[in-house]
């Protein structure tokens, strides 16, 4: 007999009055030993390099490998196009695309020109020299995750895009994922995962050199070990388990919205997935759907711990007060199926993706509305946005300035120059027309 679903389920007259307390109650929690044990690996990476790759590889992802075989080769990657289907390879190419539409236009709007009274500033974007993608294995496959972190960046014109994914048992990555290294055009494959690879992407190991940016999401330990590096090189955002939250009312379907809700619950059993609505109707609904189905879908254990450990519907009284929770816990993912989903939309200003209305699942935006998956969690929705095509740039000013229009802004520059005690600020302007024609 399987074990009956345990969802946590609250109203929010039963929750503290005070919305920071309320987040506490929903908040996603990090055990400090975790942090202990990153650091650990990450230092040990650092010192003996290669050495402990291979010995974090044996010990985590239960496969044997050595110095040579950590890249994958040219071999392994036309070895993986004869297992996956064309059908495969075509939706891949379809995701590149789309990605690339948004992203294409992304870029374009950074490049601008202003030029007035003789002062001339453009702005362009320049690539950063080195990124390191970091694509999840483990209990799934995922190559779109692949496509959404190297194909931004090849299109930034990033010279030199490395991949790092964890091996199977079998001591190779996942066929799909190389075909999608393939497809997008990485520059380096390699057989790493978990904090390790997360290490050696941030220092470098004897066969891999270190990258300036390291991207992608992760696991909390892949999360924790990006926090950690972060003091030394950069990273897009703290991108750890997945999660969805649903605002709804009474016109949402409680069938819908558990399907949502297991679709995100499948990625592990750290993913988060809750319901806040105004409808106890819909709550009871959807709860009992839940019980009713979680079972009998595929990938059901992982569902129903997941569901069990990180799931909750909460009952509201009014349409702003699910606003307020949403902003406060900042989820990474929130779908909006409302009677005015747009006017709930602009409310929000704490989520990584925001999707409207019954037919704007997750599941859409993960492959085909050409955003990027990657997104904020944990809360870093406060302050973090969505990988995408600018991650992989800086953002260069180019000023170009006419002796006329020098002249222009002299006298404001003496003026603050002086404001600020910095006189021979002012003098490298006034030098320019003083000792004009001289040597």
């Not at 994914?165 to 290294?181: D, I, M, Q, Y």
Request: aromatic share 6%.
């Amino acid at each position: 007999m399987s074990k009956p679903l345990l969802i946590k389920v609250w109203r929010t007259p039963s929750l503290p009055p005070n919305w920071a307390e309320r987040e506490k109650i929903l908040e996603r929690k990090t055990a400090q030993p975790l942090e202990r044990c990153v650091k650990a690996i990450i230092e040990e990476v650092r010192t003996q390099g290669d050495a402990a790759l291979i010995k974090f590889t044996n010990k985590f992802d239960k496969t044997t490998l050595d110095a040579q075989s950590l890249r994958v080769t040219n071999k392994e990657i036309e070895e993986a196009y004869e297992v996956v289907s064309e059908e495969q390879v075509s939706a891949l190419e379809f995701m590149k695309e789309k990605v690339e539409i948004v992203e294409k236009r992304t870029l374009e709007q950074i490049k601008i020109k202003v030029e007035e009274n003789g002062i001339q500033v453009r702005n362009l974007p320049r690539p950063i020299q080195s990124v390191g993608c970091y694509v999840p294995g483990g209990e799934a496959a995922y190559p779109s995750t692949l496509v959404m972190t190297v194909a931004p960046a090849k299109l930034a014109e990033v010279p030199r895009v490395v991949v790092c994914s964890p091996p199977t048992t079998k001591g190779s990555v996942r066929p799909l994922t190389l075909v999608a290294a393939d497809i997008c055009k990485a520059d380096e494959i390699y057989k790493v995962g978990g904090a390790q690879a997360i290490a050696a992407l941030a220092y470098g190991t004897e066969s891999i050199k270190p990258v300036k940016k390291i991207v992608g999401p992760g696991n909390k330990y892949v999360t924790m070990a990006k926090i950690l590096v972060s003091r030394d090189v950069a990273i897009d955002m703290p991108a750890g388990p997945s999660e969805i939250l649903i605002l709804a009312d009474e016109t949402a379907s409680p069938r819908l919205v558990t399907l949502d809700m297991i679709s995100q619950a499948e990625h592990g059993a750290d993913s988060v997935a809750g319901l806040i609505t105004t409808s106890k109707e819909l709550a009871e609904n959807v709860l009992n759907e839940l019980r009713k189905i979680v079972s009998s879908v595929r990938r059901g254990a992982i569902v129903m711990k997941s569901l069990s450990s990180c799931g909750f519907i909460v009952i509201c009284k009014t349409v702003n007060e699910m606003i307020e929770l949403a902003n406060a816990f900042a989820p990474e993912h929130i779908e909006i199926i409302t009677q005015k989903p747009r006017e709930v939309a602009d409310k929000i200003v704490s989520a990584g993706l925001i999707l409207i209305g019954p037919y704007s699942p997750v599941s859409l935006s993960d492959y085909c509305s050409g955003t990027n998956h990657v997104l904020p969690t944990g809360g870093f929705g406060h302050t973090f946005s969505g990988l995408s095509v600018l991650d992989f740039v800086r953002r260069v000013w180019i000023v170009e300035c006419s002796r006329e229009g020098l002249l222009k802004v002299k006298k404001n520059v003496k003026v603050l120059a002086e404001a600020e005690n910095l006189p021979n600020h002012y003098e490298a302007i006034e030098g320019r027309f003083k000792f004009e024609g001289s040597r």
